[in-house]
């Protein structure tokens, strides 16, 4: 069973900037279109940046410009460059194949104070 564990968030200031990273226990990125979801309280769980298995990039309006999603290369994991964070930007952010295939690992969690 393939197991993600996301890292990297903590509590920041708006304007501020985290990188999140995901690592998983097999090299699964390698096959599938990989995401970054994040969930903010009593909200469901929404992708906000996917990357192909040949490296194109997408992101939902609400973070493009300033989120940059990249792959490891050696497909273990991904990781998650969050700029000029804003406070909608906070929640619990995930990695998982997009769509989403995987158990779902802990998350990780990102504060953003105003």
């Known amino acids: 069973q393939v197991q993600l564990r996301e890292s990297g968030g903590g509590l920041v200031q708006a304007g501020g900037s985290l990188r999140l990273s995901c690592a998983a226990s097999?090299?699964?990125?390698?096959?599938?279109?990989m995401g970054w979801y994040r969930q903010a309280p009593g909200e469901q769980r929404d992708l906000v940046a996917n990357?192909?298995?040949?490296?194109?990039?997408n992101y939902a309006d609400s973070v493009q410009g300033r989120f940059t999603i990249s792959r490891d290369e050696l497909d273990y994991g991904m990781n998650l460059q969050i700029h000029s964070l804003k406070p909608e930007d906070a929640g619990v952010y995930y990695c998982?194949?997009?769509?989403?295939?995987?158990?779902w690992g802990q998350g990780t969690q990102v504060t953003v104070s105003s």
């Open positions: 998982n194949s997009a769509p989403a295939y995987f158990s």
């Open positions: 097999t090299r699964i990125f390698r096959g599938y279109a």
């Open positions: 990357i192909t298995s040949g490296g194109t990039a």
